[in-house]
Structures are given as C-alpha cells and as structure tokens.
C-alpha cells in the first residue's frame, strides 16, 4: 500500500552536532511534505514544509531537502540544542485514490548536553 | 491567537460506554481532521471535512465511530461503545484551504 517509511526511529546526537532524518514515500504524484516535532503530551506541531516544486528549503537552524526522483525527503537539523529533544514525524500527501497526509513512523531525536 | 482546542484532555471509561470528543478548530479554517495516535500504528487519518462536510471517512475503524461538524466551529468525534483497543491519542487538526495542517493538544483516551 501507499506509505512513508522514515528513518531512524531513534536517533541521539551531541549538543551542538547536526542531526538528519530521512522519509521515502511511494506516490510519485506527491507534491506537498511537512514535517512535525511532538514534545511530550502535546500534539504534533508543523516546523517547516516543502514542496515539489522546490529542491530545498530553510529556516533558521532547520532544512528540508526533497529528491522527486528518488522519491525521498530529508530534515536537516544544525547546532542542536537540548530543547530539540522530541519525536519529529516526516509525511506525504498521498494523491492517488483519496487525498490525504500519510505519517512516517516517527524519530525520537535525543540531544545530549 | 487561539490554536485549535480540545477538551476533554483526557478521558477514562469503562468498555461499552460512550465517549464524545470535542473539537474546536483555528476561526477562519475550513478543514478539520481527526487523527488516532497509537505505538502501534503511529498517526492515522479518521476523517475530514471540508466546510463542514465530510469528505473522506474510510479511516473511521468501524460502525462503532461517528464523527459530525454541525458549524465552522465545531466538531465531536463519537464512539459508542467503546472497547479498550480505542484506547489512545485522539487529535484534531485544521487548516485553511489545504494540507497544512495545526494539530491539537489531543484527548488521552483509556477505555478499561
């Protein structure tokens, strides 16, 4: 079926070091890819989207990086910090059949001090 | 400004009762989610509308979920009766003219 696998699941990086998640999806007709961090007991919260019609996309210490051909996305995290700690969840909009956002499974990024 | 509110925020019922989740979504959205958060199966779509219609309901487990928007403001997400696989995070979402999305704080459901 239509999905998006996403990898890590965990993931613990140095204070200060980068980080990277990685999402592959398998609609080709995707066209719309956000990515959400979910601190505990709060709901998901949307930190930065992309596109197909772009390549890559920034925000401040926050990347995003799509490859269309290869069908995967990416999340680039610079100079982490503690308050980084959270499960961040990559997603596809799904178009064939119905529309829909499909969530990758979930990294829990652990920044230690 | 207000996000999109929840209530209750959490919930504990025992199996075959009713449970009613409530959703108000951000003024001015006119899609409204509701997703089920398990370890199991990650976030998974229910059902959504779009101006107060439902658009996609093929997520809804079974006859046991109803959903309903009767205004802009408002949505409540029914299961009756509930049994103890019901048991998670229940989220509402909203958006305004597309996919991106703004999630809730969610309702912690326990059905013993």
């Known amino acids: 079926g239509e999905n998006v696998e996403q990898h890590p699941s965990t993931l613990s990086v140095q204070e200060g070091d980068s980080a990277v998640i990685k999402c592959t999806y398998s609609?080709?007709?995707?066209?719309?890819f956000p990515w959400y961090k979910q601190e505990l007991g709060k709901g998901p919260q949307l930190i930065i989207d992309i596109r197909s019609n772009v390549g890559e996309k920034k925000d401040q210490r926050i990347a995003v990086t799509l490859n269309k051909t290869a069908k995967h996305f990416s999340l680039h995290i610079t100079e982490t910090q503690p308050e980084d700690s959270a499960v961040y969840f990559c997603a596809a909009l799904l178009l064939g059949g119905a529309q829909k956002l499909v969530f990758g499974q979930g990294t829990r990024l652990t920044i230690n001090p | 400004d207000a996000g999109v509110i929840q209530s209750p925020r959490h919930e504990v019922t025992e199996m075959g009762q009713e449970v009613t989740l409530r959703c108000k979504p951000i003024?001015?959205?006119?899609?409204l989610f509701w997703y089920r958060q398990t370890m199991m199966r990650g976030l998974e779509l229910l059902i959504y509308?779009?101006?107060?219609?439902?658009?996609?309901d093929s997520g809804m487990p079974e006859d046991r979920f109803s959903a309903k928007m009767p205004n802009a403001s408002f949505s409540t997400l029914k299961i009756q009766p509930s049994e103890p696989r019901d048991s998670a995070v229940y989220f509402c979402?909203?958006?305004?003219?597309?996919?991106?999305?703004?999630f809730g704080p969610g309702t912690r459901l326990l059905v013993l």
């Open positions: 509308f779009n101006n107060n219609v439902p658009i996609d």
């Open positions: 609609d080709s007709a995707s066209n719309y």
């Open positions: 979402a909203s958006s305004l003219q597309g996919w991106t999305q703004y």
């Open positions: 003024s001015g959205h006119d899609y």
